[in-house]
C-alpha cells in the first residue's frame, strides 16, 4: 500500500515540528515534503490539526503467553499496543515456561508471526544455570536477569551467580534490580501486615539501591553494556548522576514518574508493582534526572493480572500494572502541560530505545526507515475509561485521568493497525532486528 498522510504536524529528528506531507510506499517512509504528489494507487490520510510522532517502542513489556494466558496474549496486547501507539515491544521472559532457551524464544516468535498487530523482541531469561544458552540464543535484544522481585528459577540474585555472566559474552544485560536478600529479611518482619503500603517499605528504596549498585560494579569491571530497568527511586538516580559509564543506559516508567505512594489508599492493591511506588519526593527527583539524561528511556512494564487476582489480601495480591494503552497520552499530557516537550517525549519513547537496543531503521521520522508511525490528537482530552480498554486484564491505575494525545492511527511497516477507535486484526508485524548483536 501506498500512503500519504496529509498536512500532519510532523516531527523531526532535529525535534522541529515541520507541517506538510509524509509518504509511505512499501512499508518504508518514502519521503517528508511540503506537498507531495499522489499517484493513482495512492490513500490520502487527511491529517490537518494532528501530530506524527515516530510510533513508540516499549523496551519492557510482560505479555504473558505462553502459559498466563488468563491474564493477557500476544494478541490482546498487541491489539492494546496498536491503540496505545506502541508499534514495536520487546518482552520479558517470566512466562510459563520461562523463556531461558532457544527453544523457547524460537516458541515466542511464531506465536507472534501468528498473533501480533505490532513489532516484537525479545529477553532470554537468566538462571544461574543458563549460561550456553545465554551466549548463542539469538535473535534476542537482550539478556534478563531477575536480581531480585524472582520468578522461580530466573532468580540470579548472589554476586558469585551473577559475575560469569557478565564476565562472558557481549550482549545486553537488563537488570531487574532489587535486592532479594533484603527483600526476603525485611516479608519477616513486616509479617502479618496487609495494608499494600507495606509493599513500599518492604522493598524499600535501600533495595534497590543495594542492587543497582552490585550491577554497575559488575558492568564497569567487565565494560559489560548494563541497562537498568524500571529505575523508582531517587537515590538510585542521583547515584547514577555520579556512577554511570557511557555504556550503562536506564528507564524509567510512567507509573513511577505519575504515581506514587498516596496510589495505595485510592487504589489500593491495583498499586503494587515492583520494584514499588515511592514516596511523592521520587517523583520529581525521577523527572530531573530524565530531564537530564541521567535516566535514558520510558518503558512501560505492562505486566497485567486479572482484577480477581489483584483483589486478594497483600501480600497474596500480585506485583504488576498494565500500560501500553496509556504511556504514550499520558507523558503527551504531562508535555501539552509544560513538563517536558514533545520532542522530548518522543525521544524518550521512540529513539532513545532503538538506539540503546540497536534495533535497525526505527524511531524516527526518516526517509528510507520502517513507516512505524503514531498520529494523535494533542487538542481533545478524554478520560481513561475501563470499558474502552483493550488489555485482557481490563483495567488500568490510571482510569479516571484526563488525557490529550490518544492515538488517532497506529500504522506499523506501512500498514495502518489503528485507526479512528479501531484496530485492524487481521495484520501482523514483525520481528526487529538488532544491528549489533
Ligand atoms: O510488578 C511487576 N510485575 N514487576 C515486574 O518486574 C514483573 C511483573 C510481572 O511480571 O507481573
Excluded at 106 to 121: C, I, M, P, T
Excluded at 317 to 336: C, D, I, K, N, R
Amino acid at each position: 500500500m501506498e500512503y500519504i498522510i496529509r498536512k500532519a504536524q510532523i516531527l523531526l529528528p532535529s525535534g522541529e515540528i515541520f507541517l506538510g506531507d509524509l509518504g509511505v510506499n512499501q512499508g518504508k517512509i518514502s519521503a517528508v515534503a511540503p506537498i507531495i504528489t499522489p499517484r493513482e494507487e495512492t490513500t490520502i490520510i487527511e491529517a490537518t490539526g494532528l501530530t506524527l510522532l515516530p510510533g513508540v517502542i516499549d523496551p519492557q513489556v510482560h505479555f504473558r503467553e505462553p502459559g498466563l494466558e488468563h491474564k493477557e496474549d500476544l494478541f490482546t496486547a498487541s491489539c492494546a499496543c496498536a491503540k496505545g501507539g506502541v508499534t514495536s515491544f520487546l518482552e520479558m521472559p517470566n512466562t510459563r515456561p520461562l523463556t531461558v532457551t532457544q527453544a523457547e524464544l524460537d516458541d515466542k516468535l511464531e506465536r507472534s508471526a501468528a498473533k501480533s498487530l505490532v513489532n516484537y523482541g525479545f529477553f532470554i531469561g537468566a538462571t544461574p544455570e543458563n549460561l550456553p544458552d545465554l551466549l548463542t540464543a539469538n535473535p534476542t535484544c537482550g539478556i534478563k536477569i531477575f536480581m531480585g522481585s524472582s520468578h522461580g528459577a530466573l532468580l540470579v540474585s548472589q554476586e558469585e551467580q551473577l559475575e560469569p555472566i557478565f564476565a562472558q559474552g557481549k550482549r545486553l544485560i537488563a537488570v531487574h534490580a532489587e535486592d532479594q536478600a533484603r527483600i526476603e529479611q525485611r516479608r519477616r518482619e513486616f509479617v502479618g501486615i496487609s495494608d499494600p503500603a507495606i509493599h513500599s517499605e518492604i522493598q524499600d528504596e535501600q533495595t534497590a539501591l543495594n542492587a543497582t549498585q552490585l550491577a554497575v560494579k559488575l558492568s564497569n569491571k567487565y565494560q559489560r553494556r548494563l541497562h537498568i530497568l524500571h529505575l523508582s527511586t531517587g537515590i538510585e538516580a542521583e547515584w547514577l548522576r555520579e556512577n554511570k559509564a557511557d555504556w550503562i543506559t536506564t528507564e524509567v516508567t510512567p507509573q513511577h514518574l505519575l504515581l506514587n505512594t498516596e496510589a495505595y489508599e485510592k487504589i489500593g492493591t491495583l498499586a503494587q508493582m515492583n520494584p514499588p511506588l515511592r514516596s511523592p519526593e521520587n517523583n520529581g527527583i525521577l523527572w530531573q534526572a530524565l530531564r537530564d539524561g541521567v535516566i535514558d528511556f520510558i518503558a512501560t512494564d505492562h505486566a497485567p493480572h486479572t482484577l480477581a487476582e489483584k483483589a486478594k489480601d497483600y501480600p497474596h495480591s500480585p506485583s504488576g500494572m498494565p500500560g501500553v494503552e496509556t504511556a504514550l497520552p499520558l507523558m503527551l499530557t504531562q508535555a501539552v502541560a509544560g513538563r517536558c516537550t514533545l520532542a522530548e517525549v518522543s525521544r524518550w519513547m521512540s529513539s532513545a530505545v532503538a538506539k540503546a537496543y540497536q534495533i535497525e531503521s526505527k524511531g524516527s521520522i526518516t526517509p528510507g526507515y520502517d513507516a512505524d508511525l503514531v498520529l494523535v490528537d494533542l487538542n481533545a482530552y478524554r478520560p481513561v475509561l475501563r470499558e474502552e480498554l483493550l488489555t485482557k486484564c481490563g483495567w488500568s491505575p490510571f482510569e479516571g485521568w484526563n488525557l490529550t494525545g490518544w492515538p488517532v492511527l497506529t500504522m506499523v511497516n506501512g500498514e495502518i493497525v489503528y485507526q479512528n477507535g479501531k484496530v485492524n486484526p487481521e495484520k501482523r508485524g514483525k520481528a526487529l532486528n538488532y544491528t549489533k548483536y
